[in-house]
């Protein structure tokens, strides 16, 4: 099968030079055969494909073949070098691919992702309608940063985040990644110890990505945050002169928390209602602000532990989210 062995091949680097973390691989889920539908499920801004697995099993058990891929940057050992100097059109040409190989996976190709994964699948669907064919999954989707305290407060580098999109992005995120900073700043909050493994500690220059969390990086790079705002630009850049979103074609699904401050819930009601057929082809999980379902747990079907820890906590309604999405694949993909 030539997705499979491109796949492989496009990956082989990384897992003959043991550069990816345990548990933060790419994978497919394949069910030993093309099936009516494949869908590339795009993990988040400092996050791994670990992040889409609870959400991928569910996808595979309804016959998609799946594809997780790892966005460059992403999931390293010793990430400071790449992380450092990737782009986001890097990430969006890893999506791309993935898109490729889920063409000889599927009949009917869907995307979806979870917060900066999301934007880029909403960006794929929008501007490639010929290979998405399928639908659009949202999960938590940064399609705009309507408050990023919780998105900085999930990292140490405040100050260098804030300082560096004021230099080179828009005002509206300098804006409110600096009251994300003066709010965290004004708590006088203690500063995350992060553990360094003792084998990291003289090869990497700068070891600020690893910490406790297995599957994430303990921080947001300043290039990361300029990336994410690029990324955000670059769609809204797509409806000058004309309504947001207004042009998609898929059927869109999207879950999203209330209790999400870091990717606000309005730009999401925005698409639905923009979507040319509001209702009709959209449906919007909505998690009730009570439930406090932070913006990465929206995908997690277990928390996250490490020596009895919580670092993420699952989502509560995680079952009946995806119970949801069954339905909603039933109406508009069998």
């Known amino acids: 099968m030539q997705a499979l062995q491109s796949w492989t091949n496009h990956y082989q680097g990384l897992f003959d030079n043991d550069a990816i973390r345990s548990g933060n691989y790419p994978e497919i889920m394949y069910h030993g055969k093309p099936k009516q539908n494949a869908i590339v499920l795009v993990h988040g801004l400092t996050d791994s494909p670990y992040f889409m697995k609870a959400i991928a099993k569910r996808f595979h ?73 399928g639908a659009l999954f949202l999960f938590a989707a940064a399609l705009d940063i309507h408050n990023p305290i919780e998105t900085v407060l999930r990292f140490d580098s405040f100050l260098k985040v804030a300082s560096y999109i004021q230099v080179n992005r828009n005002k509206d995120v300098i804006d409110l990644f600096k009251d994300a900073f003066n709010k965290e700043n004004t708590a006088k909050k203690e500063p995350k110890k992060v553990k360094i493994p003792p084998n990291l500690q003289k090869q990497s220059k700068d070891i600020w990505a690893i910490g406790n969390n297995p599957y994430r990086y303990v921080e947001m790079t300043l290039n990361g945050a300029g990336q ?26 999207a879950a999203h928390s209330e209790a999400d401050i870091a990717a606000g819930i309005e730009e999401i009601e925005l698409l639905i209602k923009n979507h040319p057929y509001p209702g009709e082809k959209t449906e919007l999980f909505r998690i009730d602000k009570s439930l406090n379902v ?15 820890e919580i670092l993420e906590k699952r989502n509560p309604v995680f079952n009946e989210m995806m119970d949801c999405v069954e339905t909603f694949i039933n109406k508009h993909l069998i």
């Open 61 to 133: 058990a309804m016959g998609f073949n799946v594809l997780l891929p790892l966005l460059p940057g992403h999931g390293l050992k010793i990430p400071d070098s790449e992380i450092d100097t990737v782009t986001f059109t890097q990430w969006q040409d890893e999506v791309n691919f993935a898109v490729d190989c889920a063409t000889g996976l599927g009949k009917q190709v869907s995307i979806g992702g979870l917060s900066a994964g999301g934007n880029l699948a909403t960006y794929k669907a929008i501007t490639d309608s010929q290979h998405i064919n």
């Open 228 to 253: 994410l705002a690029d990324l955000i630009k670059q769609t809204e850049d797509l409806y000058i002169g004309r309504d947001k979103y207004s042009d998609i074609t898929q059927p869109v699904f």
């Open 294 to 308: 932070a913006h990465p747990s929206i995908v997690l079907e277990k928390d996250i532990k490490v020596d009895n």
